[in-house]
């Protein structure tokens, strides 16, 4: 059984919304055959809809990072949650190695981005003062904030294997995808 099937078999819900998720599927793993920019405005056109009948915020996090993975397979794809109480980024869904759980400000790209509220984009990681080296193979990185009411709430992170894999063409690629995730975060659950 493919996963199509399984996903189709396996989830409760309703069979137009399974046929929905199994056509954006294949038509993602066909996007995987094109450019990287091409992969930017076909799945651009598609986040909103990824969304659609889901509110739980893991679920709808944990499906994005599959996606990337499929379309980029970058190395490490993941999100880090703002955990506001102890001040501190921790680890949400995430597609990869297994990785560090909590982040701290001043130390790394992530709490960069959670500090500066800009996305970073870093060539060789090690050049970065104080990256955080979860993974020896990560040579480069890109890590955008999810920003809600001029609060960061999250951050994406994307590790690759290959150096200076990040460009601002990947910036302007992704920033849909955060912009819809930081319009949806305050109605998920
Ligand atoms: N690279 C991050 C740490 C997280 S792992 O790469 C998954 C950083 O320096 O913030």
New binding site residues.
């Given amino acids: 059984m493919d996963w199509h099937h399984y996903l189709g078999a396996r989830m409760n819900q309703s069979p137009d919304f399974v046929r929905y998720l199994c056509s954006m599927a294949q038509s993602l793993e066909f996007s995987a055959l094109d450019s990287r920019a091409d992969q930017y405005t076909e799945l651009g056109k598609q986040w909103e809809s990824l969304f659609r009948g889901e509110r739980n915020r893991i679920a709808n996090l944990a499906n994005v990072t599959a996606v990337l993975k499929s379309a980029f397979e970058w190395h490490?794809i993941?999100f880090?949650l703002v955990d506001f109480k102890e001040d501190q980024?921790v680890?949400g869904p995430?597609q990869?190695p297994l990785?560090?759980t909590r982040?701290f400000h001043g130390?790394?790209?992530?709490?960069?981005?959670w500090d500066q509220k800009r996305p970073q984009l870093?060539p060789n990681?090690e050049e970065?003062n104080?990256?955080?080296?979860?993974?020896s193979l990560?040579q480069s990185?890109m890590?955008l904030p999810i920003i809600v009411d001029d609060r960061v709430v999250a951050v994406l992170?994307i590790?690759s294997e290959h150096l200076a894999d990040f460009s601002n063409e990947d910036l302007w690629g992704l920033i849909p995808l955060v912009d819809c995730i930081a319009e949806h975060w305050d109605q998920w659950e």
């Fill in positions: 490490w993941g880090y980024l680890l995430f990869g990785a560090c982040l130390k790394g790209v992530c709490a960069a981005a870093v990681v970065f104080g990256h955080v080296a979860c993974s990560t990185e890590v992170d590790d």
